[in-house]
């Protein structure tokens, strides 16, 4: 009986040196394409996530933003109105009618959009500048607290911003229609539901048919630190990404508002020496949905928030511990110059 043997690889010690010379190259090769492919996918992740713009200078020039103003805004809201939770009907209506005279002093069209929730009744504050009609820019932040709390950065310091920006609009009026929006009723228990203010503002709009070019929510702009590990992030995979101090301000978008991302971020930069950082990714990264802006999605519009970043620095957010005294307004003041040259671009 014949015994067939199986067929072997040839040792490398045994082929001709030329052979052995190729076969190592070819091992090598195949090691090495996989490895530049990880890096490649790896490169192109993170400036997907990132958005680096390292062609951008700064800008220099003064802040035109009235930094002691924003602080008088702060602490009016988060002190004279307190509490302006949605079981306090004092706070809050007290704190819309000082957002509607700033609103309406600063030049912009006033109006009110009144919705009632469980018997009570709640209201958005609304601000148009530029022409009446045509394609707008919306600019929200939310005027109500998590509680009977403070709230000073959260939200008073997005609030005092969309007020200055209305006094930035009776000096240099916008090319297209610019809405500047203060929302009830963000915080728990209504927060991620239909109920919210931004979320019935939105609904409006789509109903209407209005074309919005883009929607930027102001969520907490006030809170800056330069200690090492003042930082923190949603994972530990995109930490390396990004600064470990919190003396930046943020532009958040989904993965499909990458142009809008850019947009916003390129005009902050150039308008301040106020570093800016970005990111772009899906709606599951906690945190990355978290404030007014998520209802404009949910109806297809595009939307980005700008923000401090809140609890992943803000370390008395939702607490009694968030007050006006703990707000930096100068570095406030230069986000809210950035967003101004952000609307202005995007207005034209």
């Known amino acids: 009986m014949r015994m067939e043997l199986p067929l072997l690889p040839p040792s490398e010690s045994i082929l001709p040196q030329g052979f052995r010379a190729e076969t190592r190259k070819r091992k090598r090769l195949a090691l090495l394409i996989p490895a530049c492919a990880a890096i490649l996918l790896g490169s192109t992740t993170a400036c997907l996530v990132t958005q680096p713009m390292p062609t951008l200078k700064p800008g220099t020039g003064p802040c035109s933003i009235d930094s002691a103003r924003l602080e008088r805004h702060v602490r009016f809201l988060s002190e004279s109105c307190v509490p302006r939770d949605w079981q306090s009907p004092e706070g809050l209506g007290k704190a819309a009618d000082y957002i509607a005279k700033s609103l309406q002093d600063s030049g912009g069209r006033v109006s009110e959009q009144v919705y009632e929730v469980r018997g009570k009744s709640f209201k958005n504050i609304l601000a148009s500048f530029g022409p009446e009609s045509g394609p707008r820019v919306v600019v929200g932040a939310h005027y109500d607290t998590c509680e009977a709390l403070p709230g000073a950065d959260d939200n008073a310091s997005g609030v005092a911003g969309l007020l200055e920006l209305a006094q930035m609009f009776k000096i240099q009026r916008p090319g297209l229609r610019v809405d500047l929006v203060a929302y009830t009723l963000e915080e728990p228990p209504f927060f ?50 990004y600064p470990d101090r919190g003396n930046f301000i943020a532009v958040i978008g989904r993965l499909g508002d990458i142009k809008l991302v850019r947009s916003v971020k390129g005009s902050m930069i150039q308008a301040t020496s106020l570093p800016v950082i970005s990111m772009n990714g899906p709606r599951w990264i906690p945190g990355l949905d978290f404030s007014d802006h998520h209802p404009y999605w949910d109806v297809g519009y595009s939307a980005v928030m700008v923000t401090d970043t809140a609890f992943y620095r803000n370390g008395d957010y939702h607490t009694t511990q968030d007050t006006a005294d703990r707000l930096d307004y100068s ?8 967003v101004h040259a952000a609307v202005m671009t995007l207005a034209k």
């Not at 907490?220 to 995979?237: N, T």
Request: charged share 20%.
């Open 192 to 241: 991620r539901t239909n109920q919210m203010g931004s979320a019935r503002h939105a609904q409006s709009l789509k109903s209407e048919g209005t074309a919005v070019k883009a929607m930027i929510a102001l969520e907490m702009i006030g809170r800056f630190s330069d200690e090492p590990g003042s930082q923190r992030y949603p994972s530990a995979l995109i930490a390396p990404l």
């Open 331 to 338: 570095r406030m003041a230069q986000v809210v110059q950035g």
